[in-house]
């Protein structure tokens, strides 16, 4: 059944188009993922649904407006109140189901982390009990736990859905149609994001054979003009009294003027082709180092000390430390490339930064190829002057002149003013992007990413995703886009509470293990309350023909012991609040 029709919407923003000619229609159910690159629309798009934006143009029909539930991109959170005050005692129970544990029920919203915020924004939106949920970069702050969790609520949740994301993998598994923001127009495409990405392939082909074909078109009938011109003015120029010259020559004439009206019919259908603004990003060079090892480390151990007791805030004893990686030993080769995961906060950036040569091991040993050359690319951002244009930043980083910085910029979708901009006021995508400028015209052995793709676009993410698939040298990179994960990497290192796991094969090969082995542990324990409940039926059944009043006492141990196993075995099947 039909929610929504959206109307031949037209948005600009200070005289520049947003949203040309919108047209779209929501059903009861629908998922929508709306994809496009940053600044495309997307959000005002949401905020005209939402009816927090008037279009200049069209009409946004309803049939029968729902509750909405909505979570912004930006938190719109009171940061003095908790998460109790937010959301009121009675509905309490969305905290829980939204993963926010109890302990930080009556914290300041303030001190939360960004993953924790966003879990209480869904807990505030679902509360309302809304029709449609209304979400905007919902897995910004959340690690991979975080978003498999949220891809789960969503999957269970009845209403529709629109969500802005340029999480890929997260679009595959929770959207069914894909809104497409490109140029200020909207297409609509059925299915996940992996259909559109086929889809969009094919008409980008269509639309490359129709210019192909105009384009030769236009070429031959301008070159038949041509030629009928020429052919007409010499004819002229010698027919004199020459009739037959003269009638032939009106002939010629007639056809070339046809032929510039059949070309100007022809010119006003030139065919629409999708304008290619991805960035482009270079082959990253490899320095061609030629050894079994670039990096290895056995057994080794990092932890920061904690504030000794009686400093500001802080009750820790003295000597006391917080243990951050214990007892990891891994080996990265030539052109291996690996996927480093774990949750925030289980020190993905301190391994980087202990690879890299920022920290050092308390104990153990990491050995880094000395012929090896290392680049960092939190350390390059770091490294990177905020009070200096971009332009001047990769001039000084990589020693190319202007003209060969401007061009490498501008290839990565930095163009224009943003170039000649202090780098501290562009966006973190773009500092990122020019971070990234800087490491592709280098040439290394070893690459160390944290994060590389978080502020980007999906457009970005796939330049970012191709350059990394060719090159050649090994890689280590932390990240929660799973997508890149398994189109870049071929080997996982998981890190869990301090230890270091490795897993061989891409992140979906890794799930695909973990889902083998739940099911197996979940048969095991179904058996397992099988046979505890009939162990309970056994006992009730010997209680109740229990004479001796020592002998019913030890029954009802029992059969409070077997009651306490059904409640575990019940628990453990019970979804967590992680």
């Not at 029920?105 to 949920?133: F, H, M, V």
């Not at 980008?204 to 041509?226: D, F, G, M, Q, Y």
């Not at 504030?307 to 052109?335: D, H």
């Not at 003013?417 to 015209?441: D, H, I």
Request: net charge positive; hydrophobic share 35%.
């Amino acid at each position: 059944m039909t929610v929504l029709r959206l109307s031949h919407i037209d948005l600009s923003y200070q005289g520049n188009p947003v949203l040309s000619d919108v047209n779209a229609v929501l059903a009861s159910g629908d998922r929508i993922g709306v994809v496009g690159p940053n600044g495309s629309g997307k959000t005002s798009l949401l905020r005209v649904i939402l009816g927090q934006v008037e279009p200049e143009r069209g009409s946004v029909d309803w049939v029968k407006k729902p509750r909405m539930g909505y979570v912004p991109q930006a938190f719109s959170l009171d940061e003095s109140k908790t998460p109790l005050d937010l959301i009121g005692h009675e509905r309490a129970e969305y905290l829980g189901q939204c993963g926010v544990g109890k302990t930080l029920w009556d914290t300041p919203s303030g001190r939360l982390s960004g993953g924790e915020k966003t879990r209480l924004s869904l807990a505030i939106a679902l509360s309302t009990r809304p029709e449609l949920l209304v979400l905007d970069e919902p897995t910004n702050h959340l690690d991979i736990p975080g978003i498999e969790w949220l891809e789960k609520l969503l999957s269970s949740y009845r209403g529709s859905v629109i969500v802005v994301s340029h999480d890929r993998a997260f679009l595959d598994e929770v959207c069914r149609d894909i809104w497409e923001i490109r140029d200020t127009r909207l297409r609509v495409y059925p299915g996940n994001y992996s259909a559109y990405l086929k889809t969009l392939a094919m008409r980008l082909a269509h639309e490359r054979r129709e210019h192909t074909k105009w384009s030769r078109e236009v070429r031959e009938i301008r070159e038949e003009i041509r030629a009928r011109r020429q052919w007409y003015e010499r004819a002229h120029k010698n027919a004199g009294q020459n009739d037959f010259l003269r009638r032939k020559a009106k002939k010629h004439a007639k056809r070339f003027l046809a032929k510039e009206s059949e070309l100007s019919r022809l010119m006003a259908k030139k065919p629409e082709v999708t304008r290619d603004d991805r960035p482009v990003v270079a082959n990253i060079s490899h320095a061609g180092i030629r050894t079994e090892t670039v990096v290895r480390a056995d057994n080794l151990r990092f932890a920061y000390p904690l504030p000794e007791a009686g400093a500001q805030g802080t009750s820790s004893p003295s000597g006391s430390e917080r243990v951050i990686i214990k007892g990891a030993s891994f080996r990265v080769g030539p052109g291996q490339k690996v996927g480093l995961i774990g949750r925030n906060g289980s020190g993905k950036t301190t391994l980087l930064r202990l690879m890299a040569g920022d920290l050092w091991p308390d104990s153990g040993s990491l050995w880094l190829n000395p012929g090896a050359r290392v680049g960092y690319l939190a350390q390059m951002l770091d490294d990177l002057d905020p009070e200096r244009p971009a332009a001047e930043n990769v001039c000084l980083k990589t020693g190319l002149p202007m003209a060969g910085s401007r061009d490498l910029l501008g290839r990565m979708a930095v163009s224009g003013e943003k170039q000649t901009r202090p780098l501290g006021t562009l966006s973190m995508g773009e500092r990122t992007r020019v971070a990234m400028a800087c490491l592709c015209y280098g040439s290394f052995d070893l690459l160390l990413l944290d994060e590389p793709t978080n502020h980007l676009d999906v457009p970005a993410r796939e330049a970012v995703e191709e350059a990394l698939r060719s090159y050649v040298g090994a890689l280590v990179v932390a990240t929660h886009d799973r997508y890149l994960l398994d189109h870049v990497c071929s080997v996982i290192w998981q890190l869990d509470s301090g230890r270091l796991t490795v897993h061989e094969g891409t992140y979906k090969d890794l799930r695909n293990r973990w889902a083998d082995t739940a099911t197996m542990e979940e048969k095991d324990r179904d058996a397992s309350a099988l046979a505890a409940k009939a162990e309970l039926a056994y006992i009730v059944s010997l209680i109740s023909a229990a004479k001796d009043a020592s002998e019913k006492a030890d029954l009802e141990r029992r059969y409070e012991a077997a009651l306490a196993r059904i409640r575990e075995l019940q628990a453990e099947t019970s979804p967590g609040t992680g």
